[in-house]
Nanobody, 122 residues
Framework: QVQLVESGGGLVQAGGSLRLACTGPGRSFSTYYMAWFRQAPGKEREFVAIISWAGDTTYYADSVKGRFTISRDNAKNTVSLQMNSLKPEDTAVYYC???????????????WGRGTQVTVSS
C-alpha cells in the first residue's frame, strides 16, 4: 500500500508563489508516475501535472503551463509542484497521486494523498 502525504499549501496573494511537496514511502516510489490534481469547491477533480518515473518527462494542463513546474527526487521519495504567478482561480485542494500507468484523469489512480489547501486571494 502506497501512502502519500502532501504539504506546503497555504494562503497567498495573486501573483505569488507556493511550493507543494508529496512524500511516499519505500522502494516502490520510483516505479510510479506521480501526478498532481486539484479540486475546487463544487467542481470535479482536475489534472494539473504529471512526471515520469525517472523525472525526464513532464506534462501539464494548459491552465498551468508556464507557471507550474513538477519535479521529483526519487532518492528522497518526493515529488514537488512549484507554483508561480498564482491566480485566484488556482484556489483548490491539491492532491498528489501515484500509479504505474501514465494517466491524466483521476479515474484509475490507486493511490492518493489527503490533499492540501491552496488559497489565492485577489
Amino acid at each position: 500500500q502506497v501512502q502519500l502525504v502532501e504539504s506546503g499549501g497555504g494562503l497567498v496573494q495573486a501573483g505569488g508563489s507556493l511550493r507543494l511537496a508529496c512524500t511516499g514511502p519505500g522502494r516502490s516510489f520510483s516505479t510510479y508516475y506521480m501526478a498532481w490534481f486539484r479540486q475546487a469547491p463544487g467542481k470535479e477533480r482536475e489534472f494539473v501535472a504529471i512526471i515520469s518515473w525517472a523525472g525526464d518527462t513532464t506534462y501539464y494542463a494548459d491552465s498551468v503551463k508556464g507557471r507550474f513546474t513538477i519535479s521529483r527526487d526519487n532518492a528522497k521519495n518526493t515529488v514537488s509542484l512549484q507554483m508561480n504567478s498564482l491566480k485566484p482561480e488556482d484556489t483548490a485542494v491539491y492532491y498528489c497521486a501515484a500509479d504505474p500507468i501514465r494517466r491524466t484523469t483521476p479515474r484509475g489512480y490507486d493511490y492518493w494523498g489527503r490533499g492540501t489547501q491552496v488559497t489565492v486571494s485577489s
